[in-house]
């Protein structure tokens, strides 16, 4: 019944061969007198998702997560993931070859700086920040070691077969999405860049360049980006670097009204000429450290901060807003015909984690506005829930059995918005931990949706709210509790988000995603998530500050049987309630037959049985 573009974890990557690669790797190393090498799991734009091409890392080590670093040193190599990925890089890299490290605990710049016993080591400029670079070369001094930029990435000579990179059209995103026209945008950037007394600023990241100039594209998975540079100076004719092959003559007669459209060949010498005598903003966090050295040796000035588009983008307009209501109201009514088919097939015990995967999926396809999964869905069922990051392979798949509870968090690209969800749901019944345990997430979920804050406020701030009821019983959960989100852009989106890290300051209009969880190793995940949009929120009298709260996006039930309603206040009570009475407004016209009936049911309130 139902489809899903799927590619087993098998096509992507093969940890069996991590040894023989590895020995590759360190016999062209030798050949290049280096003594090591870092290598990090992104591209040159520092993209969350990246192309076929440039996945070095999942080539290499077998791991196939989002975010990760390798370092191989003559005689020793480790992998660094955060805490998402730790069970599953155990089962995808051969730890006999790599060792596998905790990104945070074990930073690898310390590593480095315990392991290299001089030598030089080894670096792409290319795929490497200013900042990651600035880590690196105080962690070679301290190892006694040179810290050596390559010219060509050591990987790339021992790949065979590596794919060509991508050649997607490029398209022009609707100003009925967009909100704003490109040249207004730009005209923004600009006064933002003479207040700032900046001659000009990079944009090295393709999210910033496809909102700045209203331009969409898939050069790599989920993300609608194309691959492009962009030079914005303080007055003038910006100009932006792509690939003419994507472009349509509409496209690039469109593009031709607001900047000069030049090939991404051309960026090194357009920047260096604009450089000369001149101070450039360039995101330390996000830049390749290759474009400080052209604009220093151009005789420029870096002027490191954060690309100035990342806030401008984050805080939506109204037709954005209105946008991101409309794809959600959309996608609830998906994810409601989802979980009433779950429910009804779940019981069998004849279902697995693809299955669902691909019912999912195919459910959002019948919206007829499914542009692309917004991430690989995580459907963990059992034990597999407790892997933050889990994806499902045909190796790994699990059937859902009675007595488990199954952990689904997916998402959407619609061209009027992004969504992200996470349910955690019932399969027969539960156990009295597993109730007691998803209530006190429910418990930090609703603090967070029921919060109201100053202007000012960060996530950081905000962020022991969703964690205070598992805290208060010993438990908590090894992620942050939220991210922002674009718009018909990436699902992670900064600069805000709610998390012990997060100093961006809230501000209305930004949307951030609200899902504290809890997992129990080899057992059971838990994690309930809504996306939140930040809104003014009414003053009471004699109030001396602004104040702003959260509205919800997300449409979609919450699991009633795993609730232990007397552990939930009656306020807690009172938003469970109010919140299913919206969805059930919301979505009940969108949906017919079993599934209205099935979500009439799941949205009856909770309040008369606590």
Known sequence: MFEAKFQSFSEKTDPSRGKE????????????????????????????????????????????????????????????????????????????????????????????????????????????????????????????????????????????????????????????????????????????????????????????????????????????????????????KPSLFVDGRKLSNEVRDALAKVAGVQEPAEFDKALAAVAKGKTIRLDQATAPKHLADVIEQAGGTVAKGADPVTRMKAVKNEAEIEGARAAHRRDGAALVNFLAWFDREAPSGRLTEIDAVAALESFRRETGKLKDVSFPTIAGAGPHGAIVHYRVTQKSNRKISP???????????????????????????????????????????????????????????????????????????????????????????????????????????????????????????????NLELIVPHKAPAGAEKKLLSFEALTLAPIDRRLVLPGMLTLEELDWLDTYHARVRAEISPLVHGEARDWLIAATEPLMRLA
């Open 403 to 529: 007595g488990e509870l199954f952990l689904i968090d997916s998402g959407a690209q619609y061209e009027d918005g992004t969504t992200d969800v996470t349910r955690t749901l019932s399969v027969g019944d539960p156990t009295h931990e597993m109730r007691e345990r998803f209530t006190l997430v429910l418990k930090g979920h609703i603090a967070i949706a029921r919060a109201i804050f100053p202007e000012g406020t960060t996530g950081a701030q905000l962020d022991g709210f969703a964690r205070a009821p598992l805290w208060r019983a010993g438990l908590d959960f090894d992620h942050g509790t939220g991210h922002g989100v674009g718009s018909y852009l990436s699902v992670h989106e900064g600069p805000a988000r709610i998390s012990k890290k997060g100093n961006a300051k809230l501000e209305p209009g930004m949307i951030l995603s609200n899902e504290p969880g809890y997992y129990k190793t080899d057992a059971y995940g838990i994690r309930i998530e």
């Open 21 to 236: 690669r590895l020995q590759a790797l360190r016999a062209e190393l030798s050949r290049r007198k280096l003594d090591g090498f870092i290598i990090p799991r992104t591209d040159q734009h520092q993209n969350e998702y990246v192309p076929a091409s440039e996945e070095r890392l999942a080539w290499l080590t077998g791991f196939a997560g989002s975010a990760g670093v390798a370092v191989v040193l003559a005689d020793k190599a480790a992998l660094f993931v955060d805490g998402r990925y730790t069970l599953e890089a155990k089962e995808q890299v051969d730890g006999t070859a790599f060792a596998i490290e905790h990104l945070v605990d074990t930073p690898p710049d310390e590593w480095i700086a315990k392991n290299l016993k001089g030598g030089n080591f080894g670096y792409d400029p290319l795929r490497t920040t200013i900042d990651g670079v600035e880590k690196l070369a105080k962690a070679c001094e301290r190892a006694g070691a040179k810290l050596v930029a390559v010219e060509d990435n050591p990987v790339d000579a021992i790949w065979s077969g590596r794919p060509e990179a991508p050649l997607t059209p490029v398209v022009l995103h609707d100003i009925r999405f967009a909100g704003e026209p490109a040249e207004a945008k730009i005209r923004r950037l600009q006064g933002e860049l003479g207040t700032a007394k900046l001659d000009a600023a990079v944009l090295s990241d393709p999210a910033s360049v496809a909102w700045a100039f209203n331009i969409r594209g898939a050069d790599v998975a989920h993300t609608p980006l194309p691959l492009s540079w962009a030079l914005v100076p303080a007055g003038g």
